[in-house]
Each structure stands twice: as C-alpha cells, then as structure tokens.
C-alpha cells in the first residue's frame, strides 16, 4: 500500500512539474510569436525611459508634449470677432502645416513606434466618405494632374513611415478643420453654403501636405463642396506662385547655416550632446554620419518617439536615450530659432522667399473685399511656410509655430459703417492668438478689445508695394534676387 502512495505521488509530482514546464513553453511561444498584422511594440522595454506629464520635470514635458499638438489638445482660439454687427467677415485665408509625421532620415528602432491613433467618430467618418467617393468613382484629386495616384490617407495605420503623414496627423487636422467650423459658424453662416468656386486651395507636392489639407477641409466644409474643390499646386514650399526664381537666396541661406554652425561649435556641451543622443537614434550608414550631430535632425527623430508617447531608445541596457537629452536638445534648437529670428540674413531670406505668398495672399484680401471671391483660401505647406511668412510679417518668434497643425490665419472685414475701401481691414491669428498687433508695418490697428485688433488692409497694400524691399535698399524682387549680399563680419554673425 505505501508503495502504491509513493508511486502516485511521484506520478503526481512528475505531473505538476510537467504541467508547468508546458506553461513556460506556451508563455514563451506566446511572448515571441506575432498575432498582429504588424510587429508594433507598444510598451516600451523597462530598461527605457517614456515621458511623462509628472513630477519634477512635468513642467518641462507639458512644454515638449504643446510641441506635438496631440489631436485631443485642439482647442478653440480666438478666431472670429463677435461683432457681427460692427464687422462684416468676407473671407478667410488659412496656412496651416501638414500633420504629424514619420521622420525625414532612417530612425533606429522605429518599428517599436506606434504612429496609429484613437479610431474616433470624426475618423470613421471621414474613411466613410472616402471610400464612398472611391467606389463611386468621383475622386477628383488624384486623377491626371500633380496629385496623380497620390493616396488619400496613410498607406500604414500602424507604422511611422519615413516623412509620411500619420494617422495622427490626420486625426489632428480633422479636428482642427471641425473646430474652426465650429468657430466661424459662429460669426460667418455663410461657411457652410459656399460653392466650390469660392474655395481656394493650394498644397505643395507632398503626400503628407496634400493629405493633411483634404482631412483639414473635412472637418471645416460641407462634403458636397469638397468634393468639388480642385487642388492647386505649389511646386514651392513657400508658395511662392510667379515670384519664385531668386538666386541670392541660396546665397543667404548658406551664410544662415555657417551662423547655425558657428553657435554649435561655441557651446561645446551641446555638440557632444547632439552627438551621443544622435548615435542612438539616427541609422549609422554613410550617408547619415553628417546628420549624427545634427540637432535639428535630432529632434526630428526625438519627436517621433515624444510625440507617440514611446520608450526613448536604447542601444543595450544602460546606453539609453534620457529625458534630459530630449529637454536639452529642444531647448537648444528654440534658443537658435530665436537667435535666428534677429539674424539679418535670415530676415532677408525670409522677405525674399515670401515676397510671392505675400503678394498672392494681398490679392485674395482684394478679390474678397470686393466681392469676387475666393472666400476662402487654404495653403497646405510646412513649418519653413510659417517661419518665413511669420519673419517677413515680422511677427515675434514663437516655438509653437514649429509644432504639427500649426495655423496663421488671416480674416478680413468690412467696416458695417464704412462700406468703402476705407472700411477694410484684416487680422492676423497665430493658433489662434490674435497677433495682428505684432506685424511691423501695421500703423492703422483698430483694437476691438483687449485681445483683438484689426489692421487697415491699406497698410498691407502699402508694404508689398512701397515698403518691401526697403530694408534691401532696392524697389523690386528682380534687383533683390540679383543684388549679391556682400558679406561681413558684422552682419555676417549678427543675432
């Protein structure tokens, strides 16, 4: 009988352990195996460091994180004056920057990113009315012309690919588009019953910028009028239209550039800095080994990880990228873009590069004045759009002007007293702060209260016709884009 007891408690035994040794092997087999359509590892290694709106350095991330415009923080600004009584709004003109993004170089670890977003109802909707138009046979966008074949959304919903728009960033700009509807609705009924003719849309030849502006329409027009809408190009990112062709740019550019590097070379910490996070993050094949050290390359890439709220990458266990390299290197970049801002060069180069935007943009202000439409005029372009519009107007440097679904819109109005040219007036928003009060030639401003101020469209006028090219000592853009910049040592390092 004992026997029999020690042979079952054996077998027993031999039975647990064999029990949970095919436990381990299932977890294991679990643990490597693939269930999804994609290898996307959402949860960062623990060896990782994420980052997070909390504890002592929340201040500092909350900052970094404004910089990603996360969708669900698109909140309505200060666009539209209330007055409807006073001031009668004609027509809008919008420049916004593309969505968010894969990076632009090959980034280490990438396929551990999740670049998808929450599937809301404005997304499903959106795929809705997509595939409608698809199957229908009445996508007008992609047909022969310069957005042939272009895909109307993502090709990954999951993947961050390399300068491609994300769903993100089409989620960012849905909601954008649907809360300045809900905005003007307020003060301009008229959005939702304008025809196609009185819709102006330009986008430069990217898949993300052309992708961003149709998610950005969704949410602001009615879908019978954007089915319509025909989409002009911009082979430049300035949208620079027949003003385009400026030699001395390139010039000035470059003398911008050795100012960039000369203040990389005189703070010491910060290249060794750039150098280490960039070996962690940036792919290291031959072509890229100048990029390694770039900061702004650098925080190009960090922001694909800080903006998908995925683990910082490591290159094995205690050789990682830190939260400080994040901070330090963002804080250095925006304390160059505001050095830059005073950097003659850089002012010129903006002047130059913007001169046909400006001068376009003035002509729609006319054309909505005096009735003949557009009514509304979206530019779907860049963050180097918006600083070289932003310098030219000589608006104050802003770091959020850089972050994804960035927009400068500008509204005009009709004085309801004064119904001829001496009634006009425009104002500008930066992602919807009233900033018409910023621009430098601006001398009539008309404050409507303590936020929001209009400007005389005559002094718009005034400047692209008189007082443009005044601080390049010539009268036009010809003799600007010829005149060689003479370079000296003053000017040359000038902040």
């Known amino acids: 009988m004992t026997v029999r007891l020690l042979k079952h408690s054996r077998a027993f035994n031999c039975y647990i352990l064999l029990s949970v040794w095919i436990l381990l092997v299932i977890a294991g087999i679990y643990k490597f195996l693939d269930w999804s359509p ?16 909390s504890g002592s350095a929340g201040r500092k991330s909350k900052r970094i994180f404004r910089l990603c415009n996360f969708p669900e923080d698109i909140n309505e600004g200060d666009e539209g004056i209330r007055d409807s009584r006073k ?10 920057r593309h969505g968010d993004r894969g990076p632009l170089q090959h980034v280490q670890k ?4 999740d670049c998808g977003t929450e599937e809301t109802q404005l997304i499903q909707s959106y795929k809705s009315y997509l595939y409608n138009l698809t199957i229908n ?30 769903m993100q960033g089409i989620s960012q700009h849905l909601n954008l588009g649907q809360m300045l509807q809900k905005s003007y609705y307020k003060v301009w009924p008229r959005l939702l019953s304008l025809n196609p003719e009185e819709v102006l849309v330009y986008s430069t030849i990217y898949r993300r910028t052309f992708q961003s502006g149709l998610a950005f329409l969704f949410g602001l027009i009615p879908n019978e009028t954007l089915t319509k809408v025909t989409i002009g190009e911009s082979q430049s990112m300035s949208f620079c239209f027949n003003d385009c062709e400026c030699p001395v740019t390139e010039s000035l550019k470059k003398f911008v550039q050795s100012s960039e590097l000369h203040q990389l070379k005189s703070h010491p910490a910060i290249e060794t800095l750039a ?17 390694i050290k770039d900061p702004y390359v650098i925080r190009d890439a960090l922001l694909t990880f800080v903006c998908h709220r995925s683990g910082l990458p490591c290159e094995k266990p205690g050789n990682c990228v830190r939260k400080q390299n994040v901070a330090g290197i963002i804080a250095y970049t925006d304390w160059i873009n505001y050095q830059k801002w005073r950097n003659i060069h850089w002012q010129r180069l903006s002047l130059l590069k913007s001169y046909g935007h400006v001068r376009h943009i003035v002509q729609q202000m006319l054309h909505m004045v005096g009735s003949n439409g557009p009514n509304l005029v979206l530019y779907s372009g860049h963050d180097f759009t918006l600083l070289h519009l932003s310098t030219a107007l000589g608006l104050i440097n802003d770091p959020l002007l850089l972050r994804y679904a960035s927009r400068l819109v500008f509204e005009v109005y009709q004085d309801n007293r004064n119904n001829d040219e001496k009634g006009t007036y425009f104002r500008l928003l930066s992602n919807g702060k009233d900033v018409t009060k910023q621009i430098s030639f ?17 002094d718009i006028v005034r400047f692209l016709h008189d007082d443009y090219f005044s601080s390049l000592n010539v009268s036009n853009f010809k003799d600007a884009c010829t005149k060689k910049s003479e370079k000296s040592n003053d000017d040359f390092f000038q902040f």
Do not use: Y
């Not at 990438?110 to 990113?113: A, L, N």
């Not at 993502?154 to 390399?162: E, G, I, T, V």
């Open 38 to 53: 994609k290898v996307i590892q959402t949860t960062p290694s623990p060896i990782t460091e994420t980052f997070e709106a």
């Open 87 to 96: 001031w009668i709004l004609k027509g809008i003109l919008i420049l916004i």
């Open 110 to 113: 990438i396929s551990t990113i």
């Open 137 to 166: 046979g009445k996508v007008q966008w992609t047909g022969p012309g310069p957005f042939h074949a272009f895909p109307l959304m993502p090709q990954s919903a999951r993947q961050c690919q390399l300068g491609q728009l994300t």
């Open 275 to 291: 150098q280490t996070t960039g070996r962690l993050l940036i792919s290291a094949d031959a072509e890229q080994k100048a990029l």
């Open 442 to 458: 601006c001398k009539n401003i008309v404050s409507i209260d303590k936020k929001n101020n209009v400007c005389k469209i005559e």
